[in-house]
């Protein structure tokens, strides 16, 4: 853990050194919400959520799990008109955001279509719930 | 302690609250949306009794480091929002538990070695 954290501090510091100032205005290196700062890699991790309920597509549909994929959804949707809302209007938040509501809805219509048709023992009822 | 108890329900019920919760201001949406983030760890402790097949690694793993981040991003932005710091370590610790089950369950259960028949002339009988 303490390595990952010394590798991104390496390389800011070669990123401070190496970029010219005309690439570093380009980039916006030393805008407060830039890459040097959390401001900006948190937002970005929430696609990494994205990406993996992208990737749970493949699993089959009683693997899902329910609860998370419903707190998935209403996060995504609200979070979505939350950051159309605030000032400045955040488009990046916006758009991780509308992801994650389609993703999570999708998986919530894959569990739910799954349980509407192989709803059959008793036994199977007992451990969907 | 007790009586604190009361006195707080006692202010959930009152009429400012009544009429807070019923009324239509802007900044309500604001003041609600600081708890939106809750239903993640909630979800995960509901999922703490259920099959770990149900478990998905990716989204664990995913979700144990976007944790991680928004931790550091709840203290660093101005002003400090501790509520979201919460949120996010409740989440982190059952994303870890989560995925604690997950790996004990595919990896630390022996799973049952191929059965080989042994041919009945080899066995010796007592």
Redesign the interface.
């Known amino acids: 853990m303490f390595i990952l954290s010394d590798l991104y501090r390496v390389s800011i510091g070669v990123g401070n050194r190496v970029l010219t100032p005309r690439m570093k205005q380009i980039v916006k290196w030393d805008h407060p919400a830039g890459m040097k700062y959390i401001h900006f890699w948190a937002p970005l991790m929430k696609w990494s959520l994205v990406g993996a309920g992208f990737g749970d597509m493949l699993r089959p549909a009683n693997k899902l799990s329910l609860n998370q994929s419903i707190s998935l959804f209403a996060t995504g949707a609200t979070w979505s008109r939350y950051s159309m809302v605030i000032v400045p209007k955040n488009y990046m938040l916006f758009a991780v955001n509308i992801f994650l509501a389609f993703v999570g809805g999708q998986q919530v219509a894959r569990i739910a279509h799954y349980r509407y048709t192989h709803l059959e023992t008793p036994n199977e009822k007992e451990k969907q719930i | 302690m007790a009586s604190l108890l009361a006195r707080g329900l006692s202010q959930l019920k009152s009429k400012e609250m009544r009429d807070y919760l019923t009324s239509t201001v802007s900044n309500k949406?604001?003041d609600l949306?600081k708890f939106?983030?809750w239903?993640?760890p909630?979800?995960?402790l509901?999922?703490l009794k259920?099959?770990p097949?149900?478990?998905?690694p990716?989204?664990t793993?995913?979700?144990c480091?976007?944790s991680m981040?928004?931790m550091?991003?709840a203290l660093?932005?101005k002003p400090k929002n501790r509520l979201l710091f919460a949120c996010h370590f409740a989440n982190e610790c059952a994303q870890l538990m989560q995925l604690a089950r997950f790996l004990n369950h595919k990896y630390g259960t022996p799973k049952p070695m191929k059965q080989y028949q042994v041919p009945s002339d080899l066995v010796q009988s007592k």
């Open positions: 949406i604001f949306l939106a983030n239903g993640l909630l979800a995960a509901a999922d259920k099959d097949e149900i478990i998905s990716k989204m793993v995913a979700l480091f976007y981040l928004f550091r991003f660093q932005v």
